[in-house]
């Protein structure tokens, strides 16, 4: 399922799985990441799985890139080999405090913003990939008619709990952090729980995500 | 515990980016948190040594200006790795101490950490442990997560730095090393090499670039010859590694360092080599620098002879 591995500088293996992004693809990183994950091997130091690649980092006193190549290549993955999912509903509230980019969505898309959200708000999400930042969840695919570009000026700042759009991916913003998606709401839920060690993100690559809408007077509740 | 059987260093002025940092944390990346740990892992490695801890041990990383330290206990020796200039204040006088030596403090004592000289990062640590928590294993500070001690900040003016052990078999040691800089950093070609134009990737290798000051612990930004992305300027978001070196959107060099986003869109020309990170990350903003490519094969042999270089340079301590 691997079509090429690469070394991405002298310690690290760049696993290529395709050039698409697609459940199907990424599904396939997934189970590789987690199989590696598994198996334990001796000087990894750390697995970046991505839509449709897997980043294999090792410590270069205990690997050469050919001798580790040849490792990954070896292991064998049933197809039928099933992912563990797991369905996790996320409340999210959309009062115009926390809908940043509400009116530029509108434009955009040449759609009411009740259309938007109910849009959004009706399918399920799959995690292809957390990461950039602790815990953020890129998560896919929205319609067709829902895909915009991300912003052309990026936010210095978007508060955390943000719920963000752009092209078919949507994602939460786990930390106040620079960024460039269009912001339709806000979660009170915590994303990310560094106190949490064994498991401090809420969503896994993988996971599904069911977003539900929740009121003002019920984000408060939420937070307290 | 009781105040009068304490020992601790209270801080008088924090410096930049003042923090504690050990190897750093493993197996990570896949949440989204970055390996951080000393940026200069030599200096770190030489430091502990020095002063016979585990080779894990945490100390006190600082960028450009160190803390200003007033210290209150039992008598605890200290030293300082990197290119530092330091006073140590004492009941006797104050005397200007030198890196990679080993001083005794007294009950009262300070030690003020001016600058680093020509360099970005220095170390600081004592013959014994500070009392630190770890997170996944690690206790470097992450200030952009916010993981690590002290809820992840930066040291700030009056925190205590508790010291729980102090070893007390120590003896006071010394190494006579002037550092290692480079001119040069040597790279391997990136997985999007070929999305820039042929004049571009001449230019990468040929030109010279400027640090910028935008960096920092997450990232080195450079300044120098525009480069022409042919293909596309952004790529389906992929995982980073330390050494990275993406172009982005604006057609400028950005090099990964150790608090690095974990994945990234930008198209990747090349990746800073092993054997050159450490002596990377002490270039200062306005130094300028040229890029060098290097074989894969070629790469892992520098590595380890910049390995067996270290542990060579740590058999020379007296």
């Given at each position: ?143 067709q008619e829902m895909r915009l570009k991300r912003l052309e000026t990026p936010r210095v700042k978007v508060p955390k709990g943000s719920v963000g759009i752009t092209e078919q991916f ?55 | ?107 009262g004592d300070e030690v003020d950490i001016h600058s680093t000289n020509k360099s970005v990062y220095g170390y600081f640590s004592i013959n014994g442990t500070f009392g630190v928590d770890y997170y996944w294993g690690s206790c ?179």
């Open positions: 399922m691997i079509k090429n591995i690469l070394n991405l500088g002298d310690a690290a293996l760049y696993c290529d799985f395709g050039s698409d992004v697609n459940q199907e693809i990424n599904s396939n990183v997934i189970k590789y990441f987690y199989h590696i994950k598994k198996l334990n091997l001796k000087g990894i130091t750390n697995l970046t799985p991505s839509y449709n690649k897997l980043i294999i980092s090792y410590d270069l006193n205990m690997h050469s890139f050919l001798s580790l190549k040849k490792k990954i290549e070896n292991i064998e993955i049933k197809e039928n080999n099933k992912l563990e999912k797991n369905l996790i509903e996320i409340p999210v509230c959309c009062d115009n405090n926390f809908a940043l980019d509400i009116k530029r969505v509108e434009n955009k898309l040449k759609l009411k913003s009740d259309i938007i959200l109910e849009k959004f708000f009706s399918k399920n999400y799959f995690c292809y990939m957390t990461g950039f930042v602790a815990g953020m969840p890129f998560l896919g695919d929205l319609n949507c994602n939460i913003y786990t930390f106040e952090t620079p960024g460039g998606w269009n912001i339709l709401g806000n979660t009170p839920q915590n994303i990310f729980d560094t106190s949490n060690q064994l498991n401090p993100n809420l969503v896994n690559p993988g996971d599904t995500i069911k977003f539900y809408r929740i009121t003002l007077d019920q984000y408060n509740e939420i937070k307290r | 515990m009781k105040s009068k059987d304490r020992n601790y260093f209270k801080i008088l002025r924090a410096g930049i980016n003042t923090t504690y940092q050990d190897l750093g944390r493993n197996n990570l990346y896949h949440i989204g948190i970055p390996f951080s740990g000393a940026m200069d892992k030599r200096n770190f490695q030489l430091l502990n040594s020095l002063l016979q801890n585990d080779y894990n041990s945490p100390v006190i990383e600082f960028a450009y200006q160190g803390p200003h330290l007033k210290y209150f206990g039992k008598d605890i020796f200290f030293c300082i790795s990197g290119n530092v200039s330091f006073k140590i204040i004492t009941k006797e006088g104050v005397i200007d101490g030198n890196s990679y030596q080993c001083y005794l403090l007294k009950n470097s500070i992450n200030t952009q997560a916010q993981i690590g001690p002290n809820n992840g900040n930066k040291f700030s003016k009056d925190l205590e730095i508790e010291i729980i052990d102090i070893n007390k078999s120590f003896n006071k040691r010394k190494l006579d090393y002037l550092g290692s800089t480079i001119e040069n950093i040597r790279v391997i070609k990136g997985t999007n090499y070929d999305y820039f134009s042929e004049s571009s990737q001449n230019k990468f290798f040929k030109e010279s670039f400027k640090i910028t000051k935008l960096s920092d612990r997450m990232g080195m930004r450079l300044e120098g010859p525009k480069i022409e992305n042919i293909v596309d300027p952004n790529i389906k978001s992929e995982g980073l590694v330390k050494g990275v070196i993406q172009i982005t959107s604006a057609g400028d060099p950005i090099i990964m360092l150790s608090d690095h986003g974990t994945i990234g869109g930008y198209p990747k020309i090349a990746t800073v080599i092993s054997a050159d990170y450490d002596r990377l990350v002490q270039l200062t903003p306005g130094s300028n620098i040229k890029f060098k490519d290097v074989s894969l094969e070629d790469a892992e042999t520098l590595y380890k002879l910049y390995q067996m270089e270290t542990n060579n340079i740590i058999s020379q301590i007296k």
